[in-house]
């Protein structure tokens, strides 16, 4: 006789193996790898300019010597920067009297294992001149197609020491201002978890340092079309990332399209041969209009893989999906400029004039 137990796990096994047949007997996608041409313009990358501040390595100066002379030096050279970097970026107490201010921060900044970030920073990112020449193109897109808000300057940081808030990658200190933390970008062989922050296999992908003018563009983009759509159903939340992707891609033309939306060049190409296989996988679910925060998360977050498809399959499928819709639209109404696109908040009427409907062998 059969036990109820043993009931659940064929029950299981049979569900595992219906969801593994799907995606095998699902024809492959016949989508190019792009839809809609991405424009370039030389003139505007030789023309463009901004102010790239080394605060990374002035903070650096904090290490020793008289705390207050140096902390005084800084806030004359930096103004209200300094006390943004210390109070909010690394999350400092900022009723911390001097004394204490002083001798918590030089002694974390004396600590082996940050010491030693620092180190690898230094080497890592010696050439200010060429680190430079990797965001002028950043730069000269963003100000040709977003005039009225210009980037003027750049400035470099280290955030390592506030872990309490995470690893913060990017930002914005003012509306022309982007900063960028450089430790972020010491590669994958760099172990993260030594500094007491929880990073997995598939995150470390990002920490390559060819990913830090992607990260800064977001930083811009965050500043424009701000974060995520709180309480937005499935769909409205893939489209808004499409967006998000289309753009950066025009800030960044030459970049390849992994950079833009952080996924391996692996897990890209199972995308592009199963486009038609997610698509249909998606509508089947009925999860397009659903605003439930579990299931928005399972397809727009970041994870090894979307759950319900193949090990194959990379996280955020929503809005690699969401980008290449994105495309469709923009390539089936030609007449729409970028910024009549940002401005449409029209999510499903996006959707409906994409025509989008990947096809299958």
Not at 96 to 115: R, T
Not at 312 to 317: A, L, N, V
């Amino acid at each position: 006789m059969i036990q109820r137990k043993h009931l659940i796990f064929f029950g299981i096994m049979a569900a595992a193996l219906f969801g593994l047949l799907y995606w095998m007997l699902q024809p492959s996608s016949s989508s190019s790898t792009s839809i809609a041409k991405v424009e370039k313009d030389n003139d505007v990358v030789e023309k463009a300019d901004f102010q790239l501040i080394r605060f990374d390595r002035d903070v650096a100066t904090l290490k020793s010597g008289e705390f207050n002379a140096q902390y005084g030096s800084l806030k004359k050279k930096y103004g209200d920067w300094v006390d943004i970097y210390l109070f909010q970026i690394l999350g400092l107490d900022p009723k911390m009297p001097a004394d204490q201010l002083a001798v918590y921060v030089q002694g974390v900044l004396k600590e082996k294992n940050i010491s030693e970030v620092d180190r690898l920073v230094a080497i890592k990112y010696a050439n200010s001149d060429s680190l430079k020449k990797s965001m002028l193109p950043l730069v000269g897109y963003w100000n040709k197609y977003f005039p009225q808000m210009p980037i003027k300057r750049i400035v470099t940081m280290n955030s390592i020491f506030g872990l309490q808030n995470g690893l913060i990658k990017g930002g914005l200190l003012d509306d022309s201002t982007l900063f960028i933390s450089l430790e972020c970008f010491l590669g994958e062989s760099f172990d993260y978890n030594k500094l007491g922050e929880k990073m997995y296999a598939y995150q470390r992908f990002a920490t390559k340092p060819e990913f830090m003018v992607p990260t800064l563009a977001d930083a811009a983009l965050g500043n424009l079309m701000g974060y995520g759509l709180e309480g937005a159903p499935l769909v409205d939340q893939m489209v808004y990332w499409g967006k998000w992707s289309f753009v950066k891609k025009r800030l960044l033309p030459d970049f390849n399209d992994s950079l833009i939306i952080e996924l391996p060049g692996e897990k890209m190409s199972w995308c592009l041969k199963s486009e038609g296989s997610i698509w249909g996988f998606l509508t089947s679910k009925n999860v397009l209009f659903s605003n439930e925060i579990r299931i928005v998360s399972r397809y727009i977050n970041d994870a090894p893989f979307t759950p319900g498809m193949p090990k194959e399959s990379p996280g955020k499928i929503g809005r690699w999906i969401g980008w290449r819709l994105v495309e469709q639209y923009m390539n089936q109404n030609p007449e729409i400029t970028l910024d009549e696109l940002m401005k449409n908040q029209n999510f499903q009427q996006i959707v409906k004039k994409s025509g989008y409907k990947p096809k299958t062998k």
